[in-house]
């Protein structure tokens, strides 16, 4: 009953260090989604995969490069990390929507600190 | 730009009612959902109105009227293990893409 997946579960950087943040989902959905938490705000939707092979911007993409690596696989990263990405990273996925509720599940999130 | 509002906190006591507003201006607009997020744990679905009207889910139901852009999320008999942090989104293109508001944190006291 795995869900979404994020590994790792908590990271601290150095500025100007890469890393790269895993999401798996064992749902068979076709879409997935990387979102970004600051303290005392909503999501903000960094980037998302319609499906395998595909992706495309969010709200907030700068900074960041996404690899949908296969249907079950999103992985986020950060080239040179910049304090200002210290957040709460969330993946989710669903299945694509057709004009009806596809609900999106998330992970249990990546609390990434960057000195 | 895009945007949604809901108020910051709200507070109410073990089995009132509370409703909490979300009012909405976006480039497009498919439906709006309600989303719960324990202690800045994974957000989980709610809710969902795609049509004008009352949605009703066991305690909690959710509105949504597309002239007003405006929507809300009442929940009934309120349990301790409600107090969360609750957020509207609207689906705002055909791909699926969320647009969340701030959140608004419920306090349930006693």
């Known amino acids: 009953n795995a869900g979404v997946t994020q590994t790792p579960k908590f990271q601290v950087l150095k500025t100007g260090q890469s890393m790269t943040l895993q999401c798996a989902q064992d749902m068979n959905h076709n879409s997935m989604y990387w979102y970004r938490q600051d303290p005392g705000m909503g999501l903000r939707l960094i980037y998302y995969?319609?499906?395998?092979?595909?992706?495309d911007k969010g709200e907030v993409p700068n900074g960041y490069n996404v690899s949908r690596l296969n249907k079950r696989e999103f992985s986020l990263r950060l080239e040179s990390a910049a304090p200002s990405q210290t957040s709460v990273y969330f993946c989710?996925?669903?299945?694509?929507?057709?004009?009806?509720?596809?609900?999106?599940?998330f992970g249990d999130g990546t609390r990434l600190s960057i000195l | 730009g895009q945007s949604l509002e809901q108020p910051s906190e709200v507070t109410a006591v073990e089995g009132a009612i509370v409703q909490i507003n979300c009012t909405y201006q976006t480039s497009g607009f498919y439906g709006l959902s309600w989303y719960q997020q324990h202690d800045g744990g994974a957000p989980t679905f709610l809710s969902y109105?795609?049509?004008?009207g009352l949605e009703e889910t066991g305690r909690f139901s959710s509105f949504l009227s597309r002239s007003d852009s405006y929507g809300y999320l009442l929940l009934q008999e309120l349990q301790m293990k409600d107090s969360a942090s609750y957020f509207c989104?609207?689906?705002?293109?055909?791909?699926?893409?969320?647009?969340f508001g701030q959140g608004t944190e419920l306090s349930v006291k006693p």
């Open positions: 989710a996925s669903s299945e694509v929507f057709q004009g009806s509720n596809q609900p999106q599940h």
């Open positions: 109105n795609a049509l004008d």
């Open positions: 995969s319609a499906s395998e092979g595909t992706t």
């Open positions: 989104a609207v689906i705002y293109n055909q791909g699926g893409k969320l647009i």
